[in-house]
């Protein structure tokens, strides 16, 4: 928690150094929501903020009552999704954040918000905003929208490129630095996140464990073996396989016994994506290349197939009439692969659980790697038909701007601090993960589709690779051609 809150502060200090080619001030009177419990009754103590204080290369222009639409759309309707721009005042604490940002914009830029939620519906978002391009019609000045979706949009040439767009500065620091490195391709990008939106944040990968059930077998806590690099695929295994019991001993290991590891089918895109390995990644020219050959990639795709083929030990968490969630919490598992999107189903229960980033796939790697799950995901995007770039790339950078200082705080500080993270040492695997977060191209465009083919392998009852990926090589690849060809001309 220290780290967490001294890395934030450090970093809304040097704020007031940050712009790109030109002055940049920070608003003199800003401060983070400051609450005196994480109920709704909380307490949110707000300034008004002067817009002239914001870097210079933003205008201050007001807009005459413009609304300012934003189209949210997600794959998963679960309440614990972050409604950035659908928010409650005297709600949560960051409700109250995402409300006190929202009306800081509208009072300053003589604006009105209106968030548009259409959750749990595939390819909606791309629906929509094709029927928009298609008319003419400027129905969204942004969205935010389902990671398949993204992808789906930028290659049919319905979504700006947000690094020629505008006053947009995707090199500020509330914009993520992550995701544009791995995603430009010819040096074009089409989606991005920041501290303008959660819901990929949320999305990011890491591992919950049982603290009770390491206390039971008298092992250390694994958190100076993550500091130490030592926390491997490998070692996650070695516990997993010492947990194991009957616990109503009819014979037979189903949902009401005991296991080490719970997962869900996903969980081997996050196993590739924890080894630093990619479906897709962008090359030194700025091309899309497959990532699915290499020997790395194979080994980890092969030891997740591998230890989730042992019945005895894992459990498949999407069993017809299993709650994963329900399992961890009542104490069936060990470790459970998640997301920061599974925190709240913690929060009321008594468990005694810690966090940990994914498993290095060995020792020799560099880094912890912290994948995303695309199901939850979604990212900020512009459509074609959206009108007056200024106005538009002017409000979008204020909100992000304004986000660094009011909602990430509330939402690391505040609450993972008093709602769902309970010791400081689980902040630290936090910090790690979010450092190291990563994100696939080939998997957000489902090149060839190799990332149905990568998901789908927990269900195909084989623990072989080799020829499952030889298959779809060809295909590929010729797809990957396409990729390039589209994203590299002119839109």
């Known amino acids: 928690m220290k780290r967490i809150s001294s890395l934030l502060s450090a970093f809304i200090i040097l704020l007031s150094a940050v712009a790109c080619g030109s002055t940049t001030n920070t608003p003199s009177d800003t401060t983070v929501p400051t609450v005196t419990d994480d109920t709704a009754t909380s307490e949110v103590i707000t300034t008004t903020e002067d817009t002239n204080k914001l870097p210079n290369y933003i205008p201050t222009d007001t807009y005459d009552g413009h609304e300012f639409i934003v189209l949210m759309t997600n794959l998963n309707s679960n309440t614990a999704i972050v409604r950035d721009f659908k928010w409650t005042e005297g709600g949560t604490v960051l409700d109250d954040a995402l409300y006190t940002r929202n009306m800081q914009a509208m009072d300053a830029l003589d604006i009105v918000i209106t968030g548009i939620e259409k959750y749990s519906s595939p ?8 029927k928009a391009n298609s008319a003419g019609d400027s129905n969204y000045d942004m969205c935010i929208i389902s990671t398949y979706d993204c992808g789906s949009l930028a290659l049919s040439g319905d979504l700006r490129d947000l690094n020629d767009f505008g006053c947009l500065d995707l090199s500020q620091a509330w914009w993520d630095q992550n995701m544009n490195r791995d995603l430009p391709v010819n040096g074009k990008l089409y989606f991005t996140t920041g ?18 059930m390491f206390r039971e077998n008298n092992w250390e806590m694994p958190y100076e073996m993550v500091r130490q690099g030592k926390w491997t695929f490998d070692v996650m295994k070695e516990y997993i396989l010492q947990v194991s019991e009957d616990l109503d001993g009819n014979e037979i290991m189903d949902a009401k016994d005991r296991y080490g590891l719970v997962y869900i089918n996903s969980g081997i895109v996050g196993a590739l994506g924890a080894s630093g390995e990619r479906m897709g990644k962008v090359d030194e020219s700025g091309n899309v290349v497959l990532g699915l050959g290499t020997a790395k990639a194979e080994q980890a795709i092969v030891s997740y197939l591998e230890l989730i083929s042992d019945k005895n030990h894992t459990f ?3 069993t017809s009439g299993v709650n994963s969630f329900d399992m961890f919490i009542e104490g069936h598992c060990l470790f459970r692969w998640s997301e920061h999107i599974a925190f709240p189903h913690f929060r009321d229960t008594e468990l005694d659980y810690g966090i940990l980033p994914l498993p290095k796939l060995d020792e020799n790697q ?5 994948p995303f799950g695309g199901w939850d995901a979604a990212f900020v995007c512009i459509p074609t038909s959206t009108e007056n770039d200024e106005r538009t790339s002017a409000i979008i950078e204020y909100l992000a701007f304004t986000s660094k200082h009011i909602v990430t705080p509330a939402y690391y500080e505040r609450t993972l601090t008093g709602r769902y993270v309970r010791d400081t040492d689980s902040y630290d695997m936090i910090t790690i993960e979010m450092e190291n977060r990563g994100f696939d191209l080939g998997y957000i465009y489902n090149i060839g589709g190799i990332k149905d083919m990568v998901a789908n392998l927990p269900m195909s009852g084989t623990t072989s690779f080799a020829s499952k ?8 690849e010729t797809a990957c051609k396409t990729v390039n060809e589209t994203l590299n001309k002119d839109k």
């Open 195 to 212: 501290d303008i939106s959660l819901v990929a944040t949320c999305a990011m990968y890491n591992m919950v464990f049982n603290k009770d």
């Open 469 to 476: 990926w030889e298959s779809y090589r060809t295909a590929a």
């Open 123 to 130: 390819n909606t978002g791309a629906a929509d905003v094709r």
């Open 316 to 318: 498949n968490g999407q």
């Open 366 to 370: 560099d880094r912890y790697y912290t």
